[in-house]
């Protein structure tokens, strides 16, 4: 059953990505070149609606008893169609707003997918939102979305963390045989992975050949939030409210971080601008497949602290959250002394090159000596021969005379 739901979903991803990427091409549904863009072609911005039409197609199919799927998809839908029409046309960012919010009152109300308690994060017994639930989950699918919408600015990184973030919550799901999540899980996984083949760097290609768009980052964002509240919330919970923080850590401290920043300088918190932290990284030198590698290394790390902490260390949700917040204030501080960190960076990663050039001189000057060595021998060897070739060689006429001295002379002493 898994196999097949993989299978299913992986092949059709790939089929719409490929069907819908000359159609974008046609219509202009395409993320052009910019001072604020890396890429130097029309991409098509079709990542996010193959990824979801692939998952509405592999459930058509296939049964699986995850609760509420009418309402996922409805929500799921809305924001697709306003994803689709910024991705086409901008659209504000009330009209954006006003449909997250939508989203999110669906998955509270009709889907009851809701956040009703924060677990024991101080220590002192849960957190009851009691009549907040509704508008906290809100403030949080909202916030869970913008958060994963931020972080899509390098190829590969939104695809990349939502990957790790569904993992862990399949694999939370197998260690306590919630099959209907795993099955959905399974879904999301196998099309992210089909997506990731067309957005990363990778086969020698030089850019991306899709993107998400708004489409694609809002919709994963939804989708993780969906399950991350679904797995943590009920008698039957498997997540921890303090354990969903840290699997999507690393899209949560960018966008917390780089909202207040923007507040503090009185711009709006969402204007557009190159201060995230995969920006900074790239001004630091590192190209994009090296901080791709390093953002989704810290996430995984950190998604497998958590697991472990709470599962096989028995870490208590208090200590957890207490971490979760000092490791943010930790980012905090970095990010705004993000240029100082930038030059030790650079000076590091100067220092490195230095020395890989000093090792290869080094490696140079020993191959030299040895080619010095190696012709002295071959010269010493050359003078040898040339000296036993220069060595006197008689005919046979004058050996057969110098025989007939040497026999004369010997009759001669007898």
């Not at 630091?284 to 901080?291: D, F, H, K, P």
């Not at 028995?314 to 240029?339: E, K, P, T």
């Amino acid at each position: 059953m898994h196999i097949d739901l993989f299978l299913i979903s992986f092949i059709s991803t790939i089929v719409f990505i490929l069907a819908l990427y000359p159609f974008a091409l046609k219509i202009g549904l395409t993320d052009r070149p910019s001072h604020r863009k890396q890429h130097s072609e029309p991409t098509p911005l079709v990542g996010g609606l193959a990824v979801y039409l692939a998952i509405l197609v592999t459930l058509s199919l296939n049964h699986i008893n995850l609760p509420n799927q009418i309402a996922f998809f409805a929500a799921a839908t809305l924001l697709v169609l306003v994803g689709l029409i910024d991705d086409y046309k901008t659209l504000g960012v009330k009209i954006r707003l006003l449909a997250q919010i939508t989203a999110s009152l669906i998955m509270a109300e009709i889907a009851d997918i809701k956040i009703n308690d924060l677990g024991d994060i101080f220590g002192f017994g849960n957190v009851n939102l009691g009549n907040y639930a509704t508008a906290f989950t809100a403030f949080a699918v909202v916030g869970g979305i913008n958060a994963f919408n931020m972080i899509d600015g390098i190829d590969g990184l939104a695809g990349g963390l939502t990957l790790i973030s569904i993992i862990a919550i399949a694999t939370v799901s197998w260690l306590f045989q919630n099959w209907a999540l795993l099955d959905f899980c399974i879904v999301m996984i196998a099309s992210i992975i089909a997506f990731l083949l067309f957005n990363l760097r990778i086969f020698g290609r030089a850019n991306a050949k899709i993107f998400l768009g708004d489409t694609g980052s809002t919709v994963f964002g939804f989708t993780v939030c969906w399950l991350a509240i679904y797995a943590s919330q009920g008698e039957n919970r498997i997540l921890t409210p303090t354990m969903v923080l840290w699997i999507i850590a690393v899209p949560l401290f960018d966008s917390v971080c780089i909202m207040l920043r923007r507040l503090s300088k009185g711009r709006s918190p969402f204007a557009p601008d190159r201060e995230h932290l995969h920006h900074i990284l790239s001004l630091a030198g590192y190209s994009v497949n090296q901080i791709l590698i390093t953002l989704i290394a810290c996430s995984l790390f950190l998604t497998t602290t958590a697991i472990a902490a709470s599962f096989f260390l028995n870490i208590s949700q208090d200590v957890l959250f207490m971490s979760f917040l000092l490791l943010f204030l930790c980012h905090y501080w970095s990010m705004n002394h993000a240029w100082t960190l930038m030059k030790i960076a650079r000076y590091l990663r100067t220092k490195k090159s230095d020395d890989e050039k000093s090792k290869t001189r080094r490696k140079k000057e020993r191959r030299a000596k040895q080619c010095e060595l190696d012709i002295g021998e071959r010269r010493i060897l050359g003078d040898r021969r040339n000296n036993e070739e220069r060595r006197y060689i008689p005919t046979e006429e004058q050996l057969e005379k110098i025989a007939k001295q040497k026999e004369k002379q010997r009759r001669s002493e007898s």
